[in-house]
């Protein structure tokens, strides 16, 4: 089916364009910057690959690097999974207490990040759970569950139900009628909530510096601890490739996605 | 019934043990003492931490009301909320524009929007200080253009603080309306333009009810991490006014007040609870008869 | 897909983890960019221990994360006053420095500091000066030596100013230029300082504890509440940037290394720091970091610019306006949270 002519809704192409210029607009500063000869931030001074060099040398942020991909798949993964049990449980649910469970699934977004970052260090340290990347992962997995959640409810809650009445009618199984009608029609949904919880675990800082065990730094926190000293033309290299890897991976699975269509 | 159990375990108990437990011991530590150096003294309970937010004991140690925490947390909730109104009105157009497009191009589109958040925010603000700052970017690009002359004086004032913290929330305005308008079936909005429907009235009677969940999911994504936001008040703000992010974040650090900190983060947490609860209230009221 | 990666993750997971209690490792908790990575190569050709860096931006993160019981570091590096604190709480082992073979080339009065007394816990690492970097050619002008020039700035000045956004040390410098304790802990005095920093707030362009380098060096501000090391480096970048030495006093500070209380590697971690009160070695550190250290015999070894730098080699005749930095007690500190915050609200 062919797009809606965009004529009827002027507006809205208008806005859609500027907003993504508006996301964009600071990408291409810092890559721009990313080539740039000069240490000062000031200008433009010629162009050079000297920072990539120096973040190929640099093994801490290589380390970094390969901790936060690693640490946002899993916890992306694992918080969409139980994100979509989740959201098919409590869709037009009206058992008792299911509003605290709503709650609770919300609750990461309010706690302040500090707070979280201390309280779960010292229920670790409580509990006796060895810190390095694992830990990470675990706290991460809490904190983007609700990125996962809400977009997938959003689209539950929107689905018409009759057409899960029909599939009923049809004697198909609830385990059928959630494979064959429910997750075709929510697969956007799920797509879009497993982008949010994987950009929101490669941004955490703050939790991620205080579950960490030696060793398991991950990226943010790196380059938190950096900037300290101002931004280093090395330091948008290493935004710049992140940034080449997520269009690699994005391209990587479209094509396999097609294949498999 | 025990399936939807079964369902919602994984998360529930993920949650529940690792946030809602910490949690409870950060309620235990908010009535304790605070140590000499930070941390606290297990054992000995106090209500300091508490009487602290409202209270202070002035020059002639008699207790009179302090304002300054309610300032701040007026402040960063007049701020959270202006921050998802201007996102709800970029995000919602630029959704729908995302809607309209060939299916293959919206997986792209949703890609697209999310691509700049896997660079860390800190190098995106520090960009946005390039971009804003008087003989940055923008007034070079303007003057290169031949606009004439341009005087940004942006930076470090509560506009640059506004723009940043649009910036850093935007997608998780943006995805969840479009994930609610992608059921809009293109062949009805097409009919009702045939049948003599005007666009306002289209976009009040058709877009705007299918996309109410998306916005409720959006406005909760943006407004309540927004509330905790610090990185675009200090690098963009000038760190000249404080928020709740900001001000949690130091009775840890050098405040070394950890139950101040954890008091503050439970008044934060009732507010938000509390404004839920107002809301779900009002909607239970409308829909039930 | 969402299978494939799950099981990716579990594999990743399950290689082995190498922190094991080998002797032959050493976890270090550091500032960032404070000590040069070819210096830890070296350490680790000359030693076969390893090394891993993770890093932190304040002492007060850094602090955070071992109260609250995280870490497993086998080093760290606290500033003195924070290093104070960690000893009276018991984060941190007597290692014995003093009977270190290197020890005898730290310099007096690094050597017995009021923190630290008889070096049983650190070691000196780094240290330096708080006070005023401007820009003397962009001015044109040379300014007092005095913190008047910050708080209460000449019209060319004013609105041009950045102070840092660390409330120990603007409490500290207005404390210097009003002549009071900077640990007081009368109110009215702290009211007084408020009433200073209320006054200069109009004329702060902003406050920030980051990227001051770069923002004085491009001309963003003129005059920078800054580290002495960072005026160096700015320096660098652009000649005629100078640093006070405020006549009414600035703070001393010193960073130090030391061994939390349940270090996995204790002797790897006293091999260390006996290698960086080596001159040589820390010859090199203070190159990297642009900062002084205090180990006789390395200024033979540092760079001409660090060396002639008075910024960060101070002159005979400033020392006695060096205050040490000092912990302060709760009551203080308190004070001084109630006055950060009713100037940000």
């Known amino acids: ?261 | 019934m025990i399936r939807k159990v079964a369902l919602l375990a994984p998360a529930a108990l993920w949650i529940g043990v690792f946030l809602a437990a910490p949690l409870g011991l950060m309620a235990y530590v908010s009535t304790l003492q605070r140590g000499p150096g930070g941390g606290v003294i297990w054992g000995a309970h106090t209500a300091d931490a508490y009487v602290r937010f409202l209270f202070e004991r002035d020059l002639s140690d008699e207790w009179v009301i302090n304002t300054d925490y309610l300032r701040i947390f007026a402040r960063s909730i007049w701020l959270a909320g202006v921050t998802t109104l201007l996102c709800g009105m970029i995000a919602f157009p630029t959704a729908l524009w995302m809607v309209f497009q060939p299916p293959r191009q919206r997986l792209l589109l949703v890609f697209l929007v999310t691509v700049p958040f896997w660079t860390n925010l800190l190098v995106r603000t520090y960009a946005w200080i390039l971009l804003l700052r008087t003989g940055g970017v923008i007034e070079h690009a303007w003057a290169w253009s031949g606009l004439g002359t341009l005087r940004l004086n942006i930076l470090y004032t509560p506009w640059a603080t506004l723009i940043g913290l649009v910036y850093s929330f935007l997608p998780y305005m943006i995805l969840p309306i479009y994930v609610s308008l992608e059921r809009l079936d293109r062949r009805l909005v097409e009919a009702a333009y045939d049948l003599g429907a005007t666009k306002p009235r289209m976009i009040r009677r058709v877009i705007l009810p299918l996309s109410r969940p998306g916005l409720f999911a959006g406005g909760l994504l943006v407004f309540v991490p927004g509330l905790g936001a610090f990185v675009s008040p200090e690098l963009l703000g000038g760190g000249k006014t404080l928020m709740i992010g900001g001000l949690i974040q130091q009775q840890f650090g050098q405040a070394r007040n950890w139950p101040f900190g954890a008091a503050l983060s439970f008044v934060l947490l009732a507010l938000v609870l509390v404004a839920l609860v107002v809301r779900t209230l009002r909607v239970r009221g409308r829909v039930l008869p | 897909m969402r299978l494939f990666v799950a099981l990716l993750c579990l594999i990743v997971l399950a290689l082995p983890d190498h922190a094991s209690a080998q002797s032959k490792e050493l976890l270090l908790f550091n500032w960032s960019n404070y000590i040069p990575p070819a210096l830890l190569k070296r350490f680790e050709a000359e030693t076969g221990i390893k090394v891993t860096l993770d890093t932190y931006d304040t002492n007060e993160a850094m602090l955070a994360k071992l109260q609250a019981g995280g870490g497993g570091y086998d080093v760290v590096v606290p500033t003195g006053p924070t290093l104070q604190a960690m000893i009276r709480d018991g984060l941190v082992q007597k290692i014995d420095v003093a009977a270190m073979a290197n020890f005898h080339n730290i310099r007096p009065p690094f050597d017995h500091p009021s923190f630290d007394p008889d070096r049983a816990f650190s070691a000196p690492y780094m240290w330096g000066t708080t006070a005023i970097a401007y820009d003397k050619t962009a001015l044109g002008m040379t300014l007092d030596d005095s913190w008047k020039e910050i708080f209460e700035p000449r019209p060319a000045v004013a609105g041009k100013i950045a102070m840092l956004a660390d409330m120990g040390e603007v409490y500290s410098a207005a404390a210097y230029y009003l002549g009071l304790d900077t640990c007081t802990t009368d109110p009215a005095q702290a009211q007084k300082i408020l009433e200073l920093l209320q006054q200069q707030k109009s004329a702060v362009k902003l406050y920030s504890s980051s990227g001051s380098i770069d923002r004085i060096a491009s001309g963003e501000v003129v005059m920078h509440h800054m580290y002495n090391g960072a005026a160096h480096r700015a320096g660098l970048r652009k000649p005629g940037i100078t640093y006070i030495y405020p006549k009414e006093g600035l703070t001393l500070w010193g960073d130090n290394l030391a061994v939390p209380k349940a270090a996995p590697h204790v002797d790897a971690a006293k091999i260390f720091i006996n290698f960086m009160m080596d001159p040589k070695n820390a010859a090199e550190a203070s190159n990297f970091t642009g900062y002084n250290n205090a180990v006789a015999g390395s200024d033979a070894l540092l760079l001409p610019a660090l060396r002639d730098d008075p910024a960060v080699n101070t002159p005979a005749d400033m020392i006695a306006r060096l205050r040490p930095a000092r912990e302060c007690p709760k009551a203080a500190i308190d004070l001084r949270e109630r006055v950060w915050t009713r100037l940000q609200r």
């Open chain 1, 1 to 261: 089916m062919t797009g809606l002519s965009l004529w009827r809704m002027p507006g809205a192409r208008v806005i859609g364009v500027a907003a993504l210029l508006f996301l964009y607009l600071p990408i291409l500063v810092l890559v721009a910057l990313s080539f740039s000869a000069d240490d000062s931030l000031a200008g433009w001074s010629g162009f050079s690959l000297r920072w990539y060099r120096a973040v190929f040398a640099d093994d801490n942020m290589l380390a970094a690097l390969r901790h936060s991909l690693v640490v946002a798949s899993c916890a992306a993964t694992f918080a969409t999974a139980s994100a979509i049990m989740a959201a098919v449980a409590l869709d037009r649910a009206r058992f008792r207490g299911s509003s605290t469970v709503e709650a609770l699934l919300g609750l990461p977004l309010v706690v302040p990040e500090i707070v979280a970052g201390i309280a779960v260090l010292l229920f670790f340290v409580l509990i006796g759970f060895r810190l390095g990347l694992i830990s990470v992962i675990v706290a991460h997995i809490v904190l983007v569950i609700p990125l996962a959640y809400l977009p997938i409810r959003a689209r539950l809650s929107g689905l018409d139900p009759s057409l899960k009445e029909a599939a009923a009618d049809l004697y198909a199984g609830p385990v059928a009628c959630f494979r064959r009608i429910t997750l075709p029609l929510i697969r956007p949904a799920i797509a879009a909530g497993f982008m949010l919880a994987f950009i929101g675990s490669l941004g955490d800082v703050v939790v991620s510096y205080f579950v960490a065990g030696p060793g398991a730094t991950t990226l943010p926190v790196y380059v938190f601890a950096m900037v300290r000293m101002g931004v280093s033309p090395e330091v948008n290299a290493a935004s710049t490739l992140l940034l080449l890897i997520s269009i690699a991976v994005f391209t990587l699975s479209s094509r396999i996605s097609r294949r498999f269509m």
